[in-house]
């Protein structure tokens, strides 16, 4: 028996990242007078704000450095990062993350959601081939059904990703809950949880179709 996701929510591994900055971007972002341009801009600026947030607890190892002064011991990133959008409306994050995370590699998962059936037809992958090693943001604006990110979580699980965070900016929780049943594990990173789906599958009040509003198709 499922449980109301009400209940379940608190449960969830999921941050919500309510920094009013983010919040004021965010609303910008919904609004459907918001032209491309600006969309494209706010999502850029919303991801790249995010990713201190998702990357707080990564683990760092100890790195001698020799400053003008004197020796002392810095810190690094233990792994390398591998950023994983799922296109093509990850593609709207992806520059944004890479101003904080420069060094990142790069993999790209295309899926595609049926309109009819909501089910995630996946139409291309290349993912770096050291990817398992590697800590992965899988980034992709909204999480509605779940059957995208669902897809695209066991993907790189079966290329045996082991360490890996989903960022989002607007989920549904019918999403989160799906996402969360399957992998539990894999940690949830968004800026508003909104109320429901409708009967098409789009999040209310959610902000219409991401890829559409980012490509302006
Ligand atoms: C959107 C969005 C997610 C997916 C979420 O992409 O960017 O990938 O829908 O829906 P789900 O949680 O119900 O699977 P879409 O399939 O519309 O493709 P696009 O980015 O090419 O527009
Ligand atoms: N995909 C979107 O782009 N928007 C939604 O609300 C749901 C799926």
């Keep these: 028996m499922l449980l109301p996701t009400a209940m379940l929510m608190p449960m969830l591994n999921v941050q919500v990242i309510d920094h009013p900055v983010i919040q004021t ?35 760092t190892i100890k790195r001698p450095v020799s400053t003008p002064m004197e ?43 049926n309109e009819k059936t909501l089910q995630p037809d996946s139409y291309y992958a290349k993912l770096p081939p050291d990817v398992k090693e590697t800590e992965v943001l899988l980034i992709d604006p909204m ?18 990703v082991t360490s890996m965070k989903f960022m989002c900016l607007v989920a549904a929780p019918e999403g989160i809950e799906r996402l969360h049943l399957k992998h539990p594990e894999v940690p ?25 509003r980012l490509f302006g198709t």
């Design 25 to 59: 971007k965010l609303s910008e972002l919904r609004d459907k007078s918001t032209d491309t341009r600006t969309f494209r801009l706010l999502l850029d600026e919303i991801a790249m704000l995010m990713t201190y947030e998702v990357t707080r607890d990564w683990p």
């Design 71 to 113: 020796e002392t011991q810095g810190a690094v990133l233990a792994r390398p990062v591998t950023l994983v959008p799922v296109l093509r409306a990850g593609l709207g994050m992806a520059d944004g993350v890479k101003r904080i995370l420069s060094d990142a590699r790069m993999g790209h998962l295309g899926v595609s959601r």
């Design 143 to 160: 999480l509605a059904t779940g059957g995208s990110a669902v897809y695209a979580v066991e993907y790189l699980k079966q290329r045996g």
């Design 188 to 212: 949830v990173y968004c800026c508003a949880i909104d109320r429901q789906l409708n009967d098409r599958g789009y999040i209310m009040p959610g902000l219409g179709d991401a890829g559409d």
